[in-house]
């Protein structure tokens, strides 16, 4: 499966942005998905993932009730919707996608497919 991430930007801190992942190729319904992020200097964190068909979700404590994961496997499109944000939210920001089937599986090396990232700048 081929991704593709958008959406991301510059923004002050406390506001919001809403991140885009659209998805070809394979069949999109089939993977778990997720998000990751790499600061500047930083080794890529997990942000979220969810699970194939949507019901399960689960996300890193530092985005916990700010950040919150979507799909809509009709349109082969990922979201993660991003509030409140802070500094520390700045940096680039990629989906990815993994065929095992759990939403315990967020480590990079558990990720099949990756998108190229979209930079989000939160300044204080």
């Known amino acids: 499966v081929q991704l593709q991430a958008s959406g991301g930007g510059l923004v002050q801190a406390g506001g919001s942005l809403r991140l885009s992942c659209a998805a070809s190729?394979?069949?999109?319904?089939?993977?778990?998905m997720a998000w990751f992020r790499q600061a500047p200097g930083k080794e890529r964190e997990f942000v979220a993932v969810i699970s194939s068909s949507g019901g399960i979700t689960a996300y890193a404590d530092s985005v916990k009730g700010r950040f919150t994961i979507a799909r809509d496997n009709a349109k082969n499109t990922l979201a993660l919707q991003m509030t409140n944000l802070k500094p520390d939210d700045t940096a680039v920001y990629f989906c990815a996608a993994s065929r095992l089937n759990s939403v315990t599986y967020t480590r990079e090396q558990h990720m099949e497919h990756w998108g190229k990232g979209t930079q989000v700048t939160v300044s204080s």
């Open positions: 190729g394979r069949t999109f319904s089939n993977y778990n």
